[in-house]
């Protein structure tokens, strides 16, 4: 995972977030004054339970740079708030997950709320939101969409 990104407490400097096969993060950004790279965080996000995803390992930042999310073991996602003060934690999603997305917030005081595409056990998919508290390290049982369940061959690409 390579992805460059920008904070709110930094809004015009970019940041970088590196996560490695080992599951080992860095967040590192170009210090403009001394002129050289420096580390912000850095941090070990293997778990000692699950089973690694059968997917390419995948993780998102939140628009309003509050958190990154991870999906790195099957039916878990892993939560690492981008304060660094509070601990990372996981949420586990009761189906297997194919893809997951920030819905964006308007408001930079609204928890984060993630869409997550998921295949149930009978090869349906549903798209499920859960909302996110950093502070409280939980997340709501999350809430389906009100769409249908649907199989793979109505999906267009």
Known sequence: IFELFLTSFQPLQHHLWIVTERNQMAVIWWN????????????????RIGRP??????GIIDPNGSCYVLHLYDRLLKIVP?????????????SCIRDVQFVHSASKQANP????LAAEENEMFQIRLVELSLSEKDSSDGIRVGCPAFDDSVLLL
Do not use: K
């Not at 403009?32 to 778990?47: K, S, Y």
């Not at 995803?53 to 995948?58: K, L, M, N, V």
């Not at 709320?113 to 997550?116: K, N, P, Q």
């Open 32 to 47: 403009t004054q001394l002129q050289q790279c420096e580390t912000i965080a850095t941090g070990d996000l293997q778990d």
């Open 113 to 116: 709320v993630l869409a997550v």
């Open 53 to 58: 995803t059968d997917q390419s390992s995948r």
């Open 82 to 94: 981008a304060d660094f003060v509070h601990e990372s934690f996981n949420i586990r999603i009761d």
